[in-house]
């Protein structure tokens, strides 16, 4: 794909999708939004349907698939540590199994990051339409940290 940055241009996300193998596991149509965030609580963009940047022939989220999207954004490069995936069915049978999502981020021909998140879950009427998957690290405020240490060190 031409999708090229130079630097201070934003950056350019390419995300991984890998449909389950499981009965059922494909959607034929609907639409997926993908929430990218940096933080537990804080979100930097949101595609509201993901497929439109698909990198390869449609469908995508068929079952057994690994599905290919790009896109740029005006900012800078920042790590997806969470991502919220939605399924909107429409009039489809509303049921997908998602294995996993990379992603992964390049300021031009630098890579900044990627990242794999683990989702093994469905998103269905059954269960849920939206899944998170939050892999930031737990930021404790100062003084909960140094009474964290301190107990530690007393069990030590």
């Not at 963009?45 to 896109?71: E, K, W």
């Amino acid at each position: 794909m031409g999708m090229k940055a130079s630097h201070g241009q934003g950056c350019i996300y390419r995300v991984e999708v890998k449909t389950g193998d499981r009965n059922w596991a494909g959607i034929d149509c609907g639409t997926v939004r993908l929430d990218l965030c940096a933080t537990s609580n804080s979100c930097f963009t949101i595609v509201q349907n993901l497929a439109s940047f698909g990198t390869g022939p449609p469908p995508y989220f068929q079952r057994g698939n690994l599905d290919f999207f790009a896109f740029r954004i005006s900012q800078p490069c920042q790590r997806a540590c969470r991502i919220i995936m939605t399924l909107n069915p429409g009039t489809c049978r509303p049921g997908w199994y998602v294995d996993y999502v990379n992603v992964q981020a390049s300021d031009g021909d630098v890579l900044k990051f990627r990242e794999h998140l683990d989702v093994h879950q469905w998103l269905a009427f059954c269960s849920t339409l939206q899944v998170a998957v939050n892999q930031c690290p737990i930021k404790a405020p100062p003084a909960q940290l140094a009474s964290v240490l301190s107990l530690q060190s007393a069990v030590a």
